[in-house]
């Protein structure tokens, strides 16, 4: 069974760089059609799909956010990261990574880590 | 992007009775060449990430309860429940993935009346 854990900084400051990384275990990271999700959520925006990745480094952003957003896979290390630029108040969210099981679909999320909340603050 | 609208926002059903939550996208998430629709419900419990119960609009998730049932095509879909348990309190998603940016609906909180 696949499963993601997220790890990074709870606290960011104003205009600075949210950086996050999904480790993922019970799988390899490297399996053909497989694509490897950032998702926040927020009480005020809900859920938001931010982007993806494949370990072929094939991404796709939300162009909400595509300027400020850069997605990175290290298959030697079975993860993958988030870089999120010039945070600001609004980016406060708990952020998941996710990822699909090959049946369902692209762009459907089995598997979900537990979540990690980032607060931007100054 | 595809706006996915849900009604109602919050509901409360007695235990053992229906539950009926309905979604909208704002443009067909069919995609014709497979007839699938690209549509997946998602139930959310406090403190935990969500969890795929439905995807193509209807196929179960393996585990997940024969109550729970998915229906609908192109922009109109509904969520069931058929005989409400307690541990069925949750916050319920719809998402389109039939094309990027990925989008959610808003949210449809159930309890218990």
């Known amino acids: 069974q696949v499963q993601l854990q997220e790890s990074g900084p709870g606290l960011v400051t104003p205009s600075q760089t949210l950086s996050l990384i999904c480790s993922v275990s019970?799988?390899?990271?490297?399996?053909?059609?497989?694509?490897w999700n950032w998702i926040r959520q927020s009480p005020g925006k809900g859920l938001e799909w931010i982007g993806y990745i494949s370990y072929s480094e094939n991404t796709n952003y939300n162009p909400s956010l595509k300027s400020r957003v850069t997605l990175l896979v290290d298959t030697s290390k079975n993860q993958f990261s988030l870089k999120l630029n010039s945070v600001t108040a609004a980016d406060t969210a708990v952020y998941y990574c996710?990822?699909?099981?090959?049946?369902?679909?692209?762009?459907?999320?089995?598997?979900w880590g537990q979540g990690t909340l980032v607060t931007v603050f100054s | 992007d595809v706006v996915m609208t849900q009604s109602p926002d919050s509901l409360a059903v007695s235990l053992g009775e229906r539950a009926t939550i309905n979604c909208k996208s704002s443009?067909?998430?069919?995609?014709?060449?497979?007839?699938?629709?690209?549509l997946v419900w998602y139930q959310q419990k406090p403190g935990q990430p969500p969890k795929q119960l439905i995807y193509w609009a209807s196929t179960r998730e393996s585990g997940v309860p024969d109550r729970f049932s998915g229906s609908g095509s192109g922009t109109d879909f509904t969520l069931t429940i058929s005989s409400l348990q307690a541990e069925d309190v949750a916050v319920y998603y719809c998402?389109?993935?039939?094309?990027?940016?990925?989008?959610f609906g808003q949210g449809t909180k159930l309890e218990i009346k």
């Open positions: 019970g799988g390899s990271i490297s399996r053909g059609g497989h694509y």
């Open positions: 998402q389109q993935y039939y094309t990027t940016p990925y989008t």
């Open positions: 996710a990822g699909d099981n090959g049946v369902s679909g692209i762009g459907s999320f089995e598997h």
């Open positions: 443009q067909s998430v069919l995609f014709r060449s497979n007839n699938k629709n690209y």
